[in-house]
């Protein structure tokens, strides 16, 4: 079974900077897709970004630029560092998993709030 912790959420005032963790567990995590998604208040959960098992990363156009993904498969860690951050991040974020091949995401972690402050 897999297990998904994200940690790292907070308040943090505009133009500020968090870096979010996840933590993986029950799958060999070089071979998992892991994504950052978002869900704010009355809002829809939206892509933030994504990093294969190879280590290639990609982002939504709101964060690309701002937002940086990167993996640790020693620590079984992916990371996303978010910097210049917005009202409009403000949001609970939630760390998801697949492996190669499958298109659905049958793993979630439980969220972490950022909160920021203008």
């Known amino acids: 079974q897999v297990q998904l912790v994200e940690s790292g959420g907070g308040l943090v005032q505009a133009g500020g900077s968090l870096r979010l963790s996840c933590a993986a567990s029950?799958?060999?995590?070089?071979?998992?897709?892991i994504s950052w998604f978002r869900q704010a208040p009355g809002k829809e959960r939206e892509f933030v970004g994504g990093i294969g098992s190879a280590g290639s990363a990609n982002y939504a156009d709101s964060v690309k630029g701002r937002f940086t993904i990167s993996r640790d498969n020693a620590r079984n860690t992916v990371d996303l560092q978010m910097n210049n951050l917005k009202p409009e991040d403000t949001a609970i974020y939630y760390c998801?998993?697949?492996?190669?091949?499958?298109?659905?995401?049958?793993?979630w972690g439980q969220g972490t709030q950022v909160t920021v402050s203008s």
């Open positions: 029950g799958l060999p995590f070089s071979s998992l897709i």
């Open positions: 998801a998993a697949r492996p190669a091949g499958v298109g659905a995401w049958p793993y």
